[in-house]
């Protein structure tokens, strides 16, 4: 997803980055802009060093997106969740059990095929690469779990 950032005298005018960013990287920026200090917990990444161009910025370098049936009510549910790491666009259309549709997906290669086009999904030439992608993703997923809840106790 696109971003656009102005800050005029804080930020280069007109200046474009090719970073993945997301959108929980939105609360880290304008807290760090405020001069606030982060929120506990918060998964998201102060993008204004990337906007910047500092030496020291470092960009995530994959981006998750996911949809929980969460617009028009489906039946059954939809629930779908993209990756998109390097070159490569990742989308799983999740099935049981978390749905009654049936478990599939799309992978692109963006640098090959920037319209998405071929989908690579069933492509036995692109068999590594997804599987390299789904083991990203349970990771990615796990990662920006909540875990803002305090612990009470060990056990």
Not at 13 to 19: L, T
Not at 85 to 108: D, N, Q, S, V
Request: contains cysteine; proline residues 10%.
């Amino acid at each position: 997803m696109p971003l656009i950032l102005r800050w005029p005298g804080r930020l280069p005018a007109g200046a474009r980055r090719g970073a993945l960013v997301q959108w929980i990287d939105l609360c880290s920026t304008v807290l760090e802009a405020a001069g606030a200090p982060p929120l506990p917990g918060d998964q998201g990444r102060n993008l204004l060093p990337l906007a910047r161009d500092d030496a020291d910025a470092a960009p995530r370098g994959w981006a998750l997106c996911e949809y929980r049936n969460s617009g028009h009510p489906y039946d059954p549910p939809v629930h779908v969740t993209m990756l998109r790491r390097g070159r490569h666009k990742l989308i799983i259309h999740h099935g049981a059990p978390a749905t009654g549709r049936a478990r599939g997906g799309e992978l692109y290669d963006l640098e090959a095929d920037p319209e998405e086009r071929r989908n690579l999904w069933a492509d036995p030439a692109a068999a590594a690469v997804r599987v390299e992608l789904q083991e990203f993703l349970l990771d990615a997923l796990v990662a920006a779990e909540d875990r803002g809840q305090p612990r009470e106790a060990y056990w």
